[in-house]
Nanobody
Framework: QVQLVESGGGLVQPGGSLRLSCAVS????????MSWYRQAPGKEREVVAT????????NYAEAVKGRFAISRDNAKNTVYLQMNSLKPEDTAVYYC????????????WGQGTQVTVSS
């Protein structure tokens, strides 16, 4: 059974940082391209960062380039998202999943982790 467990979210002031983690199980992690997604209230879920298997190239949405960094630890079956210089518009629920196509997801979604950027 596939499990995706996101953690590390919280309330942070503009300009602050957070590091999200996603522990996965139930599939061969190192063979999958992994992505972080986010969904803000009233908006569709979007891909923000992607890292290819087993830890190669990365890709970022324009809105987060230069501020966010995705990484993975294949020994721990975990993918991370380091978020710096956070802005109020980064407020959303963040999810991880294996990437399908350009912006889809392979597995059912986990519970996500809430990130709120506010002063």
């Amino acid at each position: 059974q596939v499990q995706l467990v996101e953690s590390g979210g919280g309330l942070v002031q503009p300009g602050g940082s957070l590091r999200l983690s996603c522990a996965v199980s139930g599939f061969t992690f190192m063979s999958r391209t992994m992505s972080w997604y986010r969904q803000a209230p009233g908006k569709e879920r979007e891909v923000v960062a992607t890292i290819s298997e087993p830890g190669g190239s990365t890709n970022y949405a324009e809105a987060v380039k230069g501020r966010f960094a995705i990484s993975r630890d294949n020994a721990k079956n975990t993918v991370y998202l380091q978020m710096n210089s956070l802005k109020p518009e980064d407020t959303a629920v963040y999810y991880c999943n294996a990437l399908w196509g350009r912006s889809g997801a392979v597995f059912n979604w986990g519970q996500g982790t809430q990130v709120t950027v506010s002063s």
